[in-house]
């Protein structure tokens, strides 16, 4: 509420909204800098000065909010008539999903689309959006994979809904917004360089599915009326895209496995693509997998042993597939989520010392042993309000695991059954992806940017 005028009154949510009659009416304030705000606040002192806390960090208002500067760091310094980006150097970058691999990151940001950055300490760009703005949404919400041939070029999904009225548009009449149709396919996209800086590509995408469209899980086949609780609904409803790729340096190709939701007459698939070390023509395609009940909500490759390649199904259903031969994903095994828990997020390969197979589900760790063919839950996480979102195993520590929840970073040395914080002075924020690059562990945040540190003995 203004202090100077009790009739004039501020409120956010996605939107910003003002009355001028003490809240008998109101307008929406189409100049917010950003969505999702959090905080209003009128100096007490100063007259029509007006601050704003949203999802794209701090700004100042000078005529009680009817104008806002913009994202944009031209606006971090002071103008006649304009109040301030007070973001710069706050970090609040809420990564979707994100790849780090040789010193460079490509993520996606929640509201913003692509970012990358081969110079953590200076240097981020956008990518297919405008260059320091919240700007066109592009391809927010997508998932974004590494292509294990090159360095320069990575896979996507993404997840927009065809009605979404910010999605890319398939139909000319739909607002464009988004340039680039990708909704429900997957794609690729090769950047380039330029004295020795990477360039986005002038154009972006080549199509790779022979499909004509698909859409990973992303949580379908759940109850309808299921009931979330807001730590879930920032990774839970938005599951990581059900992908694995794998290069072979003896043939040269390139193999690309994804899940699809159900099919009319089919059940839900898991697809895979055969295509040579550089371009885009798809050699081959194959359905490798068909499940009449639940969706395959996670798909890795053994990385010693790239031949084999497992998938698992909502309830912890395990299928195996051995490429090196004929056939499809056979189901092997069972792991019984705790009977809190809704679905499994996350499968990951540790070789080491011997395979073993870890699966997350919301508050359960699974633990798959090849050798024995039987699986454990290894921990049960107390807290019911902190949702487990990513784990890593260490490159070269037997038993050592780092685990991402939605209130931070957590170390097991025992193969994941006792845990510790691990958080390190980060704050308590959710963790969407874990990775080991370099010998840094990446922690990337949804709302606190991108971590690092290097563990050691001890």
Request: proline letters at 7%; one cysteine or more.
């Amino acid at each position: 509420m203004d202090p100077f005028d009790s009739d004039h009154i501020l409120v956010g949510s996605s939107a910003l909204f003002e009355s001028k009659d003490g809240g008998a009416n109101w307008n929406e304030q189409n100049a917010r800098p950003h969505e999702d705000l959090h905080s209003l606040a009128f100096d007490r002192e100063t007259p029509n000065l007006v601050y704003l806390a949203c999802d794209g960090g701090l700004f100042s208002s000078i005529d009680g909010g009817a104008t806002w500067p913009t994202m944009r760091l031209s606006h971090a310094n002071p103008d006649a008539g304009r109040g301030l980006n007070l973001a710069k150097g706050l970090i609040t970058s809420e990564f979707d999903h994100s790849v780090v691999r040789s010193g460079r990151c490509i993520a996606t940001i929640d509201h913003t689309g692509f970012i990358l950055s081969e110079n953590f300490d200076a240097r981020w760009q956008f990518l297919f959006s405008s260059p320091d703005g919240s700007g066109s949404h592009a391809h927010e919400n997508g998932f974004v994979f590494a292509c294990p041939a090159t360095l320069d070029r990575y896979y996507i999904f993404n997840l927009r809904a065809p009605d979404d009225p910010l999605s890319i548009p398939d139909n000319p009449a739909t607002p464009a917004n988004d340039p680039i149709p990708v909704i429900g396919r997957l794609a690729q996209f090769d950047f380039t360089r330029n004295n020795g800086f990477v360039d986005a590509p002038a154009s972006p995408f080549t199509f790779l599915s022979p499909f004509s469209a698909f859409d990973p899980p992303q949580g379908q086949g759940l109850p309808a009326n299921q009931i979330y609780k807001p730590e879930d609904t920032i990774h839970n409803e938005n599951l990581f895209g059900t992908f694995a790729a794998r290069f072979s340096e003896t043939t040269g190709e390139r193999l690309l496995l994804f899940g699809t939701v159900t099919q009319p007459g089919v059940g839900f698939t898991i697809q895979s693509l055969r295509l040579p070390a550089n371009g885009t023509t798809v050699s081959a395609s194959a359905t490798e997998a068909t499940n009449l009940a639940q969706p395959f909500l996670a798909i890795t490759f053994v990385p010693n042993d790239p031949d084999r390649a497992f998938a698992i199904t909502q309830s912890g259903e395990l299928f195996e597939r051995d490429f090196s031969v004929a056939g499809q994903f056979t189901a092997i095994a069972q792991w019984n989520l705790p009977a809190t828990d809704r679905f499994v997020s996350r499968l990951i390969a540790v070789p080491h010392p011997s395979l073993c197979l870890y699966a997350l589900s919301q508050h359960g760790i699974g633990r798959f042993d090849d050798e024995t063919q039987t699986w454990t839950t290894v921990h049960f996480w107390p807290e019911l309000n902190e949702s487990l979102m990513s784990l890593v195993a260490h490159p070269t520590r037997d038993q050592t695991l780092f685990l991402g929840t939605s209130r931070g970073v957590y170390l097991s040395e025992d193969g994941g059954a006792v845990w510790r914080s691990y958080r390190l002075e980060m704050p308590a924020v959710a963790i969407t992806e874990l990775s080991f690059d370099q010998g840094y562990l990446f922690a990337a945040t949804f709302g606190r940017g991108l971590w690092r540190c290097r563990p050691c003995p001890g």
